[in-house]
């Protein structure tokens, strides 16, 4: 709302920012002294709030640190104003939390650029701690599995180091969510967080989104730009699908992180940077490494502390704590908040072969509130058929299309479709691009077809 509180005893000066902050569209409470004003700060969210440093009840500088302490989670920030400005008092004000200092009498321009800065620094902190939120609660592994709390317990040991992480499993398994709880752990964790996934950027452009470029070196683009390495300096970059980087850039890749600096494209000097790299794979880097699709050297930069995440079907147990968790974050969203499914569709899906592993669970229970809009329990009728009667399965673990009933055209094309990417996949041993050529499609439109009907390059 762009709630400004003047804090000040001399009424006129209260009045003349209120009707001049108004004007430029902000909402104004005043209050002439710092008793009162402290309750408004409790009892309301104000953005900004402009303090005298001299008040009739109390010291301006000792409210300030009050503000400063209280523990709602959007304290405002603060702008002193004093007529009697000295360096000392400044310093003083900064020390407690000051956003800026104000000498009266006010500069008109001075004081509403000082205004707006403090806005937009107080929204750039609610964002970050709104995003540090969010990055926490998408962090947390569920699951009570063995394998699972095998895990948590490596993320404890592993996560406070700076070891570089390599984590292997199928496409859908949480590979990225590993990624990021091993982030939130980590004594980076209140620097940032930046993914990248390399088998979904073009080859042409993949280079300049690592490592960035400068003055117009993309045609058509920005004069400059930040590549990932740079964004993520201090914190953790995640380098999703790290096998389908070619050769040239695992060799750039491989220089990056051993002398912590590159040349961004069109720059004349390099640019340093302290970056922690995670890479997640669903192929195995070693069979690569054997067909000369993966360098040896930048296997071992990688694969300092390795981490396997299993597939849902290795792990049935933890379906039930999976839906509870995917059904609190999906109810609210669809306006039922109190979702739960029964027992017999629960037991329907441990029976399931989750081709696409966690994530394509997830996408089930969004789908069946999406499709049933009234309801608050989720039985089984509810669940897609495909779902609840059960593939029959070839010896190799594929769909036998020939002898499947399917409810639906959808049912029968996903099943259609995802036989014939593997059979495209196994006649160019797992290599996507060439796989994508095979099919006459583009590498990138292959690969989230992939990622929508379960399909890993190794099953």
């Known amino acids: 709302m762009n709630h400004v509180l003047i804090v000040d005893d001399e009424a006129e000066i209260r009045e003349s920012l209120e009707g001049i902050l108004r004007e430029e569209g902000y909402v104004v409470t005043t209050s002439a002294t710092a008793t009162e004003a402290l309750e408004l700060v409790r009892d ?31 304290v405002p920030e603060v702008v002193i104003i004093s007529g009697h400005g000295t360096i000392e008092a400044a310093v003083r004000a900064t020390k407690l939390g000051a956003y800026d200092f104000l000498e009266k009498p006010l500069s008109l321009e001075r004081t509403l650029i000082v205004v707006k800065n403090a806005m937009r620094a107080r929204q750039m902190r609610e964002d970050n701690a709104e995003f540090a939120r969010q990055l926490t609660s998408r962090s947390n592994v569920t699951g009570q599995s063995v394998a699972m709390k095998a895990l948590r317990q490596q993320i404890k040991l592993m996560a406070p180091t700076n070891g570089r992480v390599l984590i292997y499993g199928e496409s859908g398994t949480g590979k990225e969510l590993i990624g990021k709880a091993m982030h939130a752990a980590s004594l980076r964790k209140d620097r940032p967080f930046v993914e ?42 995640f380098l999703d699908e790290v096998g389908d980087m070619s050769l040239k850039t695992q060799a750039k890749v491989l220089r990056a992180l051993d002398e912590q600096r590159f040349l961004p494209v069109g720059a004349s000097h390099p640019v340093h940077v302290d970056v922690r790299v995670i890479a997640a794979t669903n192929k195995d880097l070693e069979e690569e490494i054997a067909r000369g699709n993966f360098r040896e050297d930048l296997f071992y930069r ?89 593939p029959k399965l070839t010896e190799s673990g594929r769909i036998n299309t020939k002898s499947e009933e399917f ?37 990138s439109h292959l690969y989230r077809k992939m990622k929508a009907l379960g399909v890993t390059v190794k099953e």
């Open 44 to 74: 309301a969210d104000y953005d900004v709030v402009l303090l005298d440093i001299w008040l009739p009840d109390r010291d301006g500088l000792e409210t300030l640190g009050e503000i400063r302490r209280l523990e709602n989670a959007s």
């Open 196 to 237: 990248l996934n390399c088998a979904a950027i073009p080859e042409d452009y993949i280079e300049s989104e690592l490592f960035g470029y400068r003055h117009g070196a993309v045609l058509g683009g920005p004069q400059e730009k930040r590549g990932t390495f740079e964004r993520a300096d201090g914190g953790t970059l």
């Open 302 to 390: 990688l694969n300092v502390i390795p981490f396997y995440v299993p597939p849902l079907r290795d792990r049935k147990e933890d379906i039930p704590l999976l839906v509870k968790e995917f059904l609190e974050e999906f109810g609210p969203r669809y306006g039922r908040p109190h979702m739960e499914m029964t027992e017999d569709a629960l037991a329907a899906l441990r029976q399931y072969h989750w081709p696409g592993n966690v994530r394509e669970l997830r996408n089930l229970v969004e789908r069946v509130l999406i499709l049933n809009p009234k309801i608050n329990r989720i039985e089984k009728k509810h669940l897609p058929m495909l779902v609840y009667r059960g």
């Open 407 to 443: 409810s639906s055209l959808v049912e029968a094309r996903e099943a259609y479709e995802r036989e014939f990417i593997l059979k495209k996949l196994d006649e160019f041993h797992g290599n996507v691009s060439r796989a994508a050529e095979g099919l006459g499609l583009e590498r």
